[in-house]
């Protein structure tokens, strides 16, 4: 089993995309893959329980049925902070769910492919921030960075962070969010020279994207030989 940990530089980046681009890419290869996202805000309240978006097309594109609960075990419904939403719910987002929900989907794939919610230092709680997730689940780290302007500050202290909270990045993928931006190869120019790992993709501002579309931006290969 293997897996890795998706961080974005900001919200809205990106990150569900490049996620489910990432598992698509790897299904692609012949793996069985399945996706997570630990904690998620802004659900909607449903028969079943809160249910989030980005959590639900996990799901959808994982090789294999699984329990929503395992896929999203903190679901939270206002659209805030999610250590916010928690305290508003009464509850303490904690580790040890986490991890058991981890373990039972790395048990049943090849690839676990999780997803932060947020940024990268994100607080979950007094002492927990999402920074704090790759380790606990022994994953390495792929950064989504949203093209727009700001980026390259976003991303250089993003990158400079994981490397500080004893993470590893093995990689990052460009998402043009900003179909506007200028100077767009400029910028993806500066990142490859200072950033310590290998883009892994660019992917352009898609109208309807899909993650076997996306997927067809990401180099994946280069993903199985940092991860290796």
Known sequence: MSGIFVTGTDTDCGKTQVTLGLMAALQGQGLTVLGMKPVASGCQEGQDGPRNADALALLAQGSRPVPYALVNPYALVPPIAPHIAAGQAGLSIELDPIVKAYRALAAQADWVIVEGVGGWRVPLGPTLSVSDLPQALELPVVMVTGLRLGCINHSLLTAESIGARGARLVGWVASHIDSSMLAREQNLATLAALIDAPCLGVVPHLADPTPE????????????????
Do not use: I, S, Y
Not at 215 to 221: N, P, R, S, W
């Open 213 to 228: 579309g996306v997927a067809a931006h990401l180099k994946v290969e280069r993903l199985l030989d940092g991860v290796g």
